[in-house]
């Protein structure tokens, strides 16, 4: 059974750094590319970044390049993201997502929220 845990949300300042660890558990992490998607308040969940299964491929939506760093630690089943430079349009709960045998996988979420 595919299970993705997404922890560390929270109230930040603009400006400030926060990272979002994800465990997964229930398949071959190390043989599936993960992604972060986030859905802000009143809007569609969209997509962040991605990460191919051996971290050798990596996608980031612009608006977080330069600022959001994806990564994934196979040896813990665990995928990051490394938010830095946050801004108040960066609020939104953050879900986590793999694909696998047809179909799309989510976390429950965490909430961030960027105050100015």
């Known amino acids: 059974q595919v299970q993705l845990l997404e922890s560390g949300g929270g109230l930040v300042q603009a400006g400030g750094p926060l990272r979002l660890p994800c465990a997964a558990s229930?398949?071959?992490?190390?043989?599936?590319?993960m992604g972060w998607f986030r859905q802000a308040p009143g809007k569609e969940r969209i997509f962040a970044a991605a990460?191919?299964?051996?971290?050798?491929?990596?996608y980031y939506v612009d608006s977080v390049k330069g600022r959001f760093i994806i990564a994934k630690d196979n040896a813990r089943n665990t995928l990051y993201l490394q938010m830095n430079g946050l801004e108040p349009e960066d609020t939104a709960v953050y879900y986590c997502?793999?694909?696998?045998?047809?179909?799309?996988?989510w976390g429950q979420g965490t909430r961030v929220t960027v105050s100015t």
């Open positions: 997502n793999t694909y696998r045998l047809g179909q799309h996988y």
């Open positions: 990460i191919s299964g051996s971290g050798d491929l990596i």
């Open positions: 229930g398949f071959t992490f190390s043989s599936h590319a």
